[in-house]
């Protein structure tokens, strides 16, 4: 039996974790797992803390559990975030050597690889997957990072024939959607507001994309009433933030600090990337063009 079908054992700490609920992760009870899941079960856990920032408790918890190669995946993830990247590159470019069949490591292997600009190489890794829905799911983020919108669409068609009811697929689908426009504004705007306004799956995660979802359909002030509902369930949410200064953007309203707490919580987040090599383009660009006073 498929772990993440809807009979699957894995399924609610699965939903759990890509809903952004990841301290019901960290609560479920896995005792009763069937040895084959306790592994899967663990990473999840474990991702679940890197996630809220216990990046370095994950790595003084698993030293000396490196054998297993999705602990070994998770270490080298948790020291990435940590900061520690050529060691934890080394560590993944070894493991992707080695493990490349691991469903874990192709998937944090493969995120690795991606944030460190190899895109392809990412790609590579998740192509071997065996009915993987994270690196389904992975493989359309980054080739809509591409903008091969019409590669990511194939990768959802794909899934859709044996993967139809995912939490992940239908993910997926609206984020396809969201680029394709037009009436899939409406349809992703669907799936995230079903997730965001259920007691069970509401996170700032769910509620940021119910709001690009409404920015898209040019709803902008439902679109700010969700951003706050993040913002309130995490305040420090980096991508909550960087979607209100966005919706400040288009609104015309002036910066409120907003800036100043995504460089707080998040200095590398894409949007100040993004925002900082604009900038140094311009001020090179300007240089040109400056005006030489002459003696």
């Not at 991702?47 to 297993?68: F, H, K, P, T, Y």
């Not at 192709?106 to 997957?129: F, I, M, N, P, Y």
């Not at 983020?141 to 068609?157: P, T």
């Amino acid at each position: 039996m498929d772990p993440f079908s809807s009979e699957g054992e894995l399924l609610t700490i699965h939903n759990a974790f890509h809903s952004g609920l990841y301290s019901t992760v960290i609560d479920t009870d896995t005792s009763a797992l069937s040895p084959a899941n306790v592994i899967a079960a663990r990473v999840y856990v474990f991702r679940a803390r890197i996630a809220l920032g216990q990046a370095s408790d994950v790595i003084a918890e698993l030293e000396g559990e490196n054998d297993v190669p999705d602990l070994a995946a998770v270490t080298a993830f948790a020291e990435y975030t940590e900061g520690e990247k050529v060691a934890a590159v080394t560590a993944i470019e070894g493991l992707v050597e080695s493990a490349s069949d691991n469903a874990t490591v192709q998937v944090l292997g493969a995120t690795v690889l991606q944030r460190e600009g190899r895109s392809d190489e990412a790609l590579a890794v998740l192509a071997k997957h065996q009915g993987s829905l994270e690196a389904v799911a992975l493989a359309v983020q980054i080739r809509l990072s591409q903008n091969r919108l019409d590669l990511a669409i194939k990768e959802v068609s794909t899934a859709k024939r044996w993967a139809q009811d995912s939490l992940l697929v239908n993910l997926a689908e609206s984020w396809v959607g969201l680029r394709v426009g037009g009436e899939k504004y409406q349809q992703a705007y669907y799936v995230y507001e079903e997730l965001a306004q259920a007691p069970g799956s509401s996170t700032a995660r769910t509620l940021v994309g119910q709001a690009v979802a409404e920015l898209h359909l040019g709803r902008i002030e439902e679109a700010e009433v969700a951003l706050q509902q993040a913002l309130q369930k995490t305040p420090a949410d980096p991508d909550a933030l960087a979607n209100m200064l966005v919706l400040e953007t288009i609104s015309g309203k002036e910066d409120a600090g907003g800036m100043e707490a995504l460089r707080k919580a998040d200095p590398a987040h894409p949007l100040l990337v993004d925002l900082d090599e604009k900038s140094s383009l311009f001020d090179r660009a300007a240089a040109k063009y400056t005006v030489k006073v002459g003696a």
